[in-house]
């Protein structure tokens, strides 16, 4: 079966954007393995507040310390940007979508591919985008 120019690019494109997510993925693994080399070798014995329990002010521990510490994972920065996105995106297709506006929305789901890949557990995955049901997807994404 020959493959079509448009999916050759886009399943290039989406290779890439994978290959991607898992460097971003092997370099927080790097990081981790710093900061806990750091930890064992005393870096941290001198931290205001060791030892003491941490305020959250949420119910969910992990949101709460990143929370604490003003700390966005790569994840959630990039579910921004898509909301982001999504709202500018919305306004344009309320009229006629042009070109531009279609090529938006492509970027836009080359980020939910990355998201999707990027986020801690699958439940938190969502679908791309579609210009047809462009209102009622994007609501999942305020």
């Given at each position: 079966?020959?493959?079509?120019?448009?999916?050759?690019?886009?399943?290039?494109?989406?290779?890439?954007?994978?290959?991607?997510?898992?460097?971003?993925?092997?370099?927080?693994?790097?990081?981790?393995?710093?900061?806990?080399?750091?930890?064992?070798?005393?870096?941290?014995?001198?931290?205001?507040?060791?030892?003491?329990?941490?305020?959250?002010?949420?119910?969910?521990?992990?949101?709460?310390?990143?929370?604490?510490?003003?700390?966005?994972?790569?994840?959630?920065?990039?579910?921004?940007?898509?909301?982001?996105?999504?709202r500018a995106l919305?306004?344009?297709?309320?009229?006629?979508?042009?070109?531009?506006?279609?090529?938006?929305?492509?970027?836009?789901?080359?980020?939910?591919?990355?998201?999707?890949a990027l986020v801690?557990?699958?439940?938190?995955?969502?679908?791309?985008?579609?210009?047809?049901?462009?209102?009622?997807?994007?609501?999942?994404?305020?």
């Amino acid at each position: 079966m020959v493959e079509s120019p448009s999916w050759s690019r886009l399943k290039a494109r989406l290779e890439y954007e994978e290959a991607k997510a898992r460097m971003d993925r092997q370099v927080n693994d790097w990081l981790d393995e710093a900061v806990r080399d750091f930890e064992a070798k005393g870096g941290l014995e001198h931290v205001q507040g060791k030892g003491k329990p941490l305020r959250i002010e949420t119910g969910d521990p992990i949101n709460g310390v990143l929370k604490a510490a003003n700390v966005k994972p790569p994840w959630l920065e990039l579910q921004h940007e898509i909301r982001d996105g999504l709202r500018a995106l919305k306004r344009e297709f309320d009229q006629e979508p042009s070109v531009a506006a279609l090529r938006a929305l492509e970027a836009i789901n080359l980020k939910i591919s990355r998201y999707n890949a990027l986020v801690p557990h699958y439940s938190m995955q969502k679908a791309k985008i579609d210009p047809a049901t462009l209102d009622r997807q994007s609501e999942s994404w305020e």
